[in-house]
């Protein structure tokens, strides 16, 4: 679980006039794809939807990670399960008065339950019921826009992370999002982060093709940290 590496491109990142493209190139390269759910008042920006999820996964077989970043979850877990979601993470700061309920609801629709935790959210808040979600994620910006910058103290939560789960045997899957890029590959992977949210910062460059980027980007990853790619999840 530790040295699994996966990389999944943030869809609100693409070209939305050449979607059905660019998401086949990204399933050339990659094993994952990540779907930010905003809506305008949890997080300050509104970007994709359960129907956009929908539309990706007839034309893909790549996992779906539905990152909800809106105030009622739950609204949105039966409609995103039917969309396809393979994983469907909610915020840990949206779900305080029905943590379980929430969980428990999105194992019952067939996908997988991830939390997730803004920056200044401490990971206790999710002990009660960590053992239950099969991926955290931990953000390393404040939500809602890309382009911030990697906020360094993301790293001890990151840390600390790793070592609950392998003190305790868990089994969740660690990924980051924000700002990931080729200064913070290796701190990363060292501290056991498994799936990098790939955004502008490592992966969509402008005035570069996006499969240009992709092998640009595994080739610096696998660089950096010195990772095999045959071990990998990248294609």
Do not use: W
Not at 10 to 28: G, P, Q, R, T
Not at 79 to 91: C, F, P, Q, S
Request: proline share 4%.
């Amino acid at each position: 679980m530790k040295n699994e590496v996966i990389f999944a491109p943030s869809l609100m990142c693409i070209d939305f006039m050449n979607a059905y493209d660019d998401v086949k190139v990204l399933e050339k390269h990659f094993g994952m794809l990540h779907a930010d759910i905003m809506d305008g008042h949890f997080a300050p920006n509104i970007t994709l939807s359960p129907g956009f999820v929908e539309s990706v996964k007839k034309i893909t077989k790549l996992p779906v990670d539905a990152h909800l970043m809106v105030e009622h979850p739950n609204d949105y877990i039966d409609t995103l399960a039917k969309a396809g979601a393979d994983y469907i993470t909610v915020h840990a700061e949206t779900i305080i008065p029905n943590a379980f309920r929430t969980i428990n609801r999105i194992k019952e629709s067939g996908a997988k339950p991830g939390v997730a935790l803004c920056p200044a959210t401490p990971l206790e808040v999710i002990d009660s019921y960590i053992d239950m979600i099969d991926l955290l994620l931990i953000m390393t910006v404040d939500i809602g826009y890309a382009g911030q910058r990697f906020i360094p103290q993301m790293m001890k939560k990151i840390e600390h992370a790793d070592r609950l789960r392998t003190e305790n045997g868990y089994n969740f899957l660690i990924q980051v999002d924000g700002c990931i890029g080729k200064d913070v590959y290796k701190k990363l992977f060292d501290n056991g982060v498994n799936v990098y949210v790939m955004g502008t910062a490592g992966l969509f460059e402008e005035g570069m093709s996006l499969d240009a980027a992709s092998e640009k980007m595994q080739k610096e990853f696998f660089l950096e940290t010195g990772v095999c790619q045959r071990d990998s999840n990248s294609k």
